[in-house]
């Protein structure tokens, strides 16, 4: 018979991992606000007409990329830093 999760604990919201976390999507916006200006560069020098339509969504749709991939990368670091991997229960550990 399948066993309930337990009950999740409020200590494991690590204040380390939080910083961390925080850290790299300071950092991240700088790279997606970097992106932005290399795309809307790489787009003027192609040749392509300027308008504010192509500006608007070249600028939200390559910063938004970078920052849902990167924030996904990172909720990685998070989940492992504050403890919550631990709390999963394998059903495949034979140690049980």
Known sequence: MPRHDPAPRSSI????????FRTIMRWMTLLGIACVIGALAYLRDGGTPMTAQ???ATALGVF???LVGTGLM???FLSHGSGHDEQVDDPF???R
């Open 13 to 20: 919201a690590n204040p380390h991992a939080w910083a961390r």
């Open 93 to 95: 550990d034979e140690r």
């Open 54 to 56: 192509v500006v608007i």
């Open 64 to 66: 938004l990329t970078v």
């Open 74 to 76: 990172s909720l990685i």
